[in-house]
């Protein structure tokens, strides 16, 4: 390492291993869960670990992909870094799936890997594996530490830089030796690195063109993502909203930045949003996208999209502006900091007859979709209703989880989010096994919280494994299972547009109250309907965790959709005749 | 190829990126992760210490669109260990490549012909051995492969060529101004 400063304050150096200054470095950041999986090249720090039980709590998983997942859960709920700990080659490459989502989710870890001895690399050592070259591309940051005396340093860098500006996860690759070796252990956090801007400084004249664009606008939207959770900026934002009067529609990951029933919220964007959402994005005169990066399962075609209004965005990372939609004004910056100061500059105003407009077409897609979904009178369970009823007992107070696919999109369209920090679920990356051991991290991160998992029976057998670590932990969490006995999502893509070749999406499930039962979970399952409110009343007033079945039917679709490559506004409402 | 203003079919021309950045292990694995990713294809690639003690330089020759450079330009600043990265068109720098032809000595001590063609070419001899003549060309691409073209009937034995190195037009180099900004420590740690 080169120049690098430290303001010192008279402090004593102790000296010590390699291992145990992980430990104490990771205290220093404010750690006190980890959650990993030890091995032979990580052995040194899950020593240490034992003599810092008392302040560090260590969560061990059935595999690295659970512990990762929890870490991202965690992370989530908590605002704060989430750890994970694993040992070289397999223990390492398990993570990568993980690492990615957490890096187009922007979610803030640091990953610690065991690695072989400095002597032995590129020797194709036991358990040696370039997680270094593999984690490159997904990783915010990433550094192989060979000597003891780089581990403060490092470590502390690592967290700045995975907490700070768009928060990313980080992985630090500790070879054997490092851990063994001793050094004169200081730790000082990391507070700037020379190379990296992590928040971009607002530009005052930006901020003035926006707000002159906002003031003028008469049917402006706002289209808000994760950005405001990150930023920490709930409540600046729901200010800028109810200044301005403007609807407001959300990204996924975005869902819970704005209680869902604040009347200016007008639903979800994109793929399975809503209808007005979709319909409105077309028909806007300005849109004012803030913290969203407009992937394509928000814009659809994007020759087609909002080409007809004038485009601000508000966002951090410099290179999301332009990247996918070309923008009139970029406000850069955190929106902690920028929304306040547009709000200071827009007008008050209320847009009544363009927000009618939205309930104007909220009330063909009640009619069409949303009742059939919530209040069915076929014979089957619809996902819909299992949601509905979560709604009307939790109120929408609860923190909710979910893995990948028609459930999740069922469960970002019904559960009514009421608080901050409530929704977790894997957005860019759609990673079909993340909703146990995310659920499971979310409820150590809360313990106090309700925490709901809401699981299809394809994503769940992914990580199924993990029950065990719930076992282990006890942790309260609520499991419900929307079996339908298929991979839902995608054969409802065979049944659209692969003339209903169910081409191996159909599953032979296990009895899944009994695997739960056979690690330690209470279970239920429910086939009918009379029996469903009671049931989830059951699952809610059980103390420890608890696995509810839902018999769902068979081959429902989620609707409203925009089909691949179709504008937002040829979103449609049911299936072809 | 790279001419005049390098602009050809496509919209797409040749630009060089420059990007200043700590000198790290790994970091040009990083760079180039973010152009294969996007199918832009490297022409030329230069990695060399920059006119600030410490800082390494990357010049990169690509031919793609301005919206595909701009993309790349903005996520190769966004890595962590880059401190800045631009964008040129061949008309904002001023660029060269260095050319090393082997050629049998034989050609050179029969006739006056291949002197002459070095002379032409403002190209010239870096050693001479009883087997093989070395020559050095400076120029533009299309200069060097123009003196290849002639040297071809006295069988080049082995040929190379550098990647570009480039300078802007304008009188400072964009990135001290930067750096005055950036301070010379790579790391600040505080007490807490």
């Known amino acids: ?577 | 190829m790279a001419s005049g203003n390098g602009i050809n079919g496509n919209g797409k021309q040749t630009y060089t990126i420059s990007a200043f950045s700590e000198n790290h292990i790994g970091l040009l694995n990083r760079i180039t992760i973010i152009f294969t990713r996007r199918h832009v294809n490297i022409e030329s690639l230069t990695v060399s210490v920059s006119a600030i003690k410490g800082i390494h330089k990357f010049t990169i020759v690509v031919n793609d669109t301005r919206e595909k450079v701009e993309q790349v330009v903005s996520q190769i600043e966004k890595l962590v260990e880059v401190l800045k990265a631009f964008y040129h068109t061949d008309d904002e720098v001023i660029y060269q490549e260095i050319a090393l032809f082997k050629v049998p000595t034989k050609a050179l001590i029969e006739g006056d012909e291949l002197e002459a063609t070095i002379r032409k070419h403002n190209a010239r001899i870096l050693e001479v051995r009883p087997e093989y003549t070395v020559i050095e060309k400076t120029g533009y691409k299309e200069e060097y492969l123009a003196l290849f073209d002639e040297l071809e009937k006295y069988k080049v034995l082995q040929f190379t060529s550098s990647g570009r190195v480039a300078v802007t037009r304008s009188s400072k180099e964009l990135f001290s101004t930067y750096l005055k900004e950036a301070g010379e420590i790579t790391a600040v740690y505080e007490n807490n």
């Not at chain 1, 302040?55 to 059935?62: G, N, Y």
């Not at chain 1, 470590?155 to 992985?171: D, E, K, N, T, W």
């Not at chain 1, 601000?312 to 850069?332: F, M, T």
């Not at chain 1, 696919?405 to 990673?431: E, W």
Request: charged share 25%.
């Open chain 1, 1 to 577: 390492m080169k120049k690098q400063i430290s303001i010192k304050k008279n402090k004593k150096k102790i000296r010590i291993t390699g291992a145990d200054a992980v430990m104490r470095s990771l205290a220093r950041e404010g750690v006190d869960t980890i959650f990993g999986y030890p091995g032979g090249a990580i052995m040194p720090i899950y020593d240490a670990l034992m003599d810092h039980s008392d302040k560090t709590k260590h969560i061990l998983t059935r595999h690295e992909q659970g512990a990762i997942h929890a870490a991202q859960g965690y992370a989530r709920v908590s605002g704060k870094v989430g750890v994970v700990l694993a040992t070289s080659g397999p223990g390492a490459t398990n993570l990568i799936t993980g690492i990615a989502d957490a890096m187009i989710d922007s979610t803030p870890l640091v990953c610690i890997t065991g690695q072989v001895t400095a002597s032995l690399l590129g020797s194709d050592a036991f358990q040696e594996t370039d997680v270094i070259g593999i984690s490159m591309p997904v990783t915010k940051w990433n550094y192989q530490i060979t000597k003891s005396e780089e581990i403060p340093e490092i470590i502390a860098q690592a967290f700045y830089i995975a907490r700070s500006g768009r928060p990313g996860p980080v992985l630090i690759d500790i070879a054997k030796n490092a851990q063994f070796g001793e050094l004169d252990f200081e730790y000082n956090k990391c507070i700037k690195v020379r190379s990296y801007v992590p928040v971009p400084k607002p530009d005052p004249e930006t901020i003035k063109e926006a707000a002159d664009l906002i003031n003028q606008a008469k049917k402006p939207f706002i289209l808000f993502g994760q950005g405001v959770i990150l930023g920490e900026a709930e409540d600046e934002f729901r200010a800028f909203v109810e200044k301005s009067g403007i609807p407001a529609a959300w990204t996924i990951l975005g869902a819970c930045a704005l209680p869902r029933k604040h009347p200016l919220n007008v639903g979800m964007l994109g793929m399975h949003g809503n209808y007005s959402t979709n319909i409105k994005t077309n028909e806007c005169d300005l849109l004012i996208a803030v913290g969203m990066r407009f992937d394509d399962r928000v814009t659809g075609d994007l020759k087609r999209y909002a080409k007809q209004a004038r485009i601000i965005h508000l966002e951090i990372d410099r290179s999301e502006v332009n990247k996918n939609v070309r923008v009139e004004v970029a406000v850069l910056g955190d929106v902690k900091v920028t929304l306040p100061a547009l709000t200071a500059r827009i007008k008050k105003r209320s847009h009544d007859s363009w927000l009618r407009e939205f309930r104007d077409a909220d009330k063909i897609e009640i009619k069409k979709v949303i009742t059939k979904d919530l209040f069915p009178t076929k014979e089957g369970l619809t996902m819909g209703e299992v949601i509905q009823i979560l709604n009307e007992k939790t109120g929408g107070n609860a923190i909710v989880v979910t893995d990948v696919g028609q459930h999740q999109m069922v469960t970002s369209r019904y559960f009514n989010f009421a608080n901050k920090r409530s929704y977790v679920t894997s957005g860019g990356l759609g990673t079909m096994g993340f909703g146990l051991p995310a659920a499971h991290g979310a409820k150590i991160a809360a313990p106090e919280e309700e925490v709901i998992l809401i699981v299809g029976d394809g994503g769940l057998q992914m990580t199924i494994q993990e029950l065990g670590t719930i076992n282990q932990t006890q942790a309260a969490v609520k499991i419900v299972l929307m079996n339908n006995k298929y991979l839902g999502m995608v054969r409802q893509w065979q049944e659209m547009f692969f003339e209903k070749r169910y081409s191996e999406t159909y599953l032979l499930n296990p009895d899944f109250v009994k695997v739960a039962e056979g690690f330690g979970i209470k279970g239920r399952k429910v086939l009918h309907r009379p029996e469903l409110a009671a049931a989830i009343q059951e699952m809610l007033d059980y103390k420890g965790p608890y696995f509810l079945e839902v018999s769902i039917e068979k081959e429902d679709n989620v609707f409203p959709m925009v089909p691949t490559g179709a504008s937002v506004s040829e979103v449609i409402l049911e299936p072809k005749k």
